[in-house]
C-alpha cells in the first residue's frame, strides 16, 4: 500500500497570527528562512508522499507559486553567478506535485478535508496542517505511516501539553498498545482541565482512510456553523478504530507568537553560520531585559 497524498487545508482566516497575517498567508510567514509551509511539505517528502492537495482560497495562490519555478529569478541568479541560491530556488519548485482545490465558504477543518474527496479517491491519505511545526529526525507524519504499516489503522499524531492548556485541543482518552502508540477510545473536543482524560493532545498531523469522509457527511455543523474534523475521528474511532502517535521531536504552534519566535531561534541556532552571532545578541539582549 503506497500513500502518496497529503491533504494541506491553507483556507482558514489566521486570525492569531493577525496583523502580520493581513494580507500574506500565514503559511507563508517565515521560520527563520523558510516559510513555514516549506516545512510542512519537506517533512511530508521525508515520509515518502509526493503529492501536495492545498485546500486554498481566492488570496491563497502565493503558496501555489512558492512551489513553482520562477524563472526570471532563476536567471537572474544564473547571470550573477548565485549557483547555490540558484539551486535552492530550484529545489522548491521541483519538490512535490501540487494540485488545489477551493474552499469557497470557510466551513471549518472537517469541511476543508472533505473538499479533498475527489483528488484522493479511495486511497489513505494525510492532513498536514501549517500550525503545527515538528523539527527533529524521523519525526512527524512519517511516524504515521509506519504505525499504519504495523497496525493497519488511521492515526493521529499527539503531544503531550500542560494540563492548563488542554482546552485549546481535541484531547486523547487510550489504551498504550505500543511504546508511545494508543488506541483511541474517545476524543474530547476542549475538555476543561477536571474532564480531560489526559493531556495527550491531537496535533496537525493526520493519516486518514477514505472511509472518513463518509463520518465527514454526518457531521452536523458546531455552534459556530463549522464542521469539525474531530467529530468524524470520533466516528471513525468507534467505528474502525484509531491510533494516536506521540510524536517525536520538538513541536512548536507557529499560532502563538512565543512559540513561533522561539520555533526561529531553534532553526536559526541551528545554523553554523549564524550560531555565534545569534548567540551573543541573544545573551545581550536577555542579560538587558533581565535588568528591567
Ligand atoms: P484553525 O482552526 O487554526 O483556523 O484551522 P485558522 O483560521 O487558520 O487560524 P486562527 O485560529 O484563526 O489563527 C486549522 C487549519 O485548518 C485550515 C486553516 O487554514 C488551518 O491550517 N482551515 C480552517 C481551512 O482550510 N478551512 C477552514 O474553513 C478552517
Redesign the pocket.
Known amino acids: 500500500m503506497s500513500i502518496r497524498k497529503v491533504v494541506?487545508?491553507?483556507?482558514?482566516?489566521?486570525?492569531?497570527?493577525l496583523p502580520a497575517?493581513k494580507n500574506v498567508p500565514?503559511?507563508m510567514l517565515p521560520i527563520y528562512n523558510k516559510p513555514a509551509i516549506q516545512y510542512i511539505v519537506e517533512e511530508a517528502m521525508g515520509a515518502g508522499l509526493t503529492d501536495v492537495v492545498l485546500?486554498t482560497?481566492r488570496e491563497k495562490r502565493i503558496i501555489e507559486d512558492h512551489f513553482d519555478y520562477n524563472l526570471q529569478l532563476e536567471s537572474v541568479l544564473e547571470r550573477a553567478n548565485k549557483t547555490e541560491m540558484l539551486h535552492q530556488v530550484r529545489a522548491v519548485a521541483e519538490m512535490v506535485n501540487t494540485i488545489s482545490i477551493r474552499?469557497k465558504?470557510?466551513?471549518?477543518?472537517g469541511?476543508?478535508v472533505r473538499c479533498a474527496r475527489e483528488v484522493v479517491k479511495d486511497a489513505p491519505f494525510g492532513v498536514m496542517?501549517?500550525?503545527d511545526l515538528i523539527f527533529g529526525a524521523d519525526a512527524g507524519i512519517g511516524q504515521l505511516v509506519e504505525a499504519m504499516k504495523r497496525f493497519g489503522l488511521p492515526a493521529v499524531g499527539v503531544c503531550e501539553v500542560p494540563r492548563d492548556k488542554v482546552n485549546r485541543y481535541g484531547i486523547v482518552d487510550g489504551e498504550e498498545i505500543a511504546p508511545g502508540i494508543f488506541r483511541v477510545r474517545r476524543l474530547v473536543e476542549k475538555p476543561s482541565v477536571e474532564e480531560a482524560p489526559s493531556n495527550r493532545a491531537i496535533v496537525?498531523r493526520y493519516l486518514l482512510t477514505p472511509d472518513i469522509f463518509s463520518h465527514l457527511d454526518a457531521v452536523q455543523p458546531g455552534k459556530d456553523g463549522?464542521i469539525q474534523l474531530t467529530d468524524a475521528l470520533q466516528s471513525l474511532a468507534a467505528s474502525r478504530g484509531l491510533l494516536a502517535v506521540s510524536m517525536h521531536g520538538q513541536r512548536y504552534d507557529a499560532?502563538d507568537w512565543v512559540e513561533y519566535l522561539t520555533a526561529n531561534i531553534h532553526l536559526a541556532l541551528e545554523d553554523k553560520t549564524l550560531h555565534d552571532d545569534l548567540l551573543e545578541k541573544l545573551s545581550a539582549l536577555l542579560k538587558s531585559a533581565g535588568r528591567k
Open positions: 494541506i487545508p491553507v483556507a482558514g482566516w489566521g486570525t492569531r497570527s497575517s500565514k503559511e485546500v482560497n474552499q465558504r470557510q466551513l471549518g477543518l469541511h476543508a496542517l501549517g500550525d496537525g463549522e499560532g
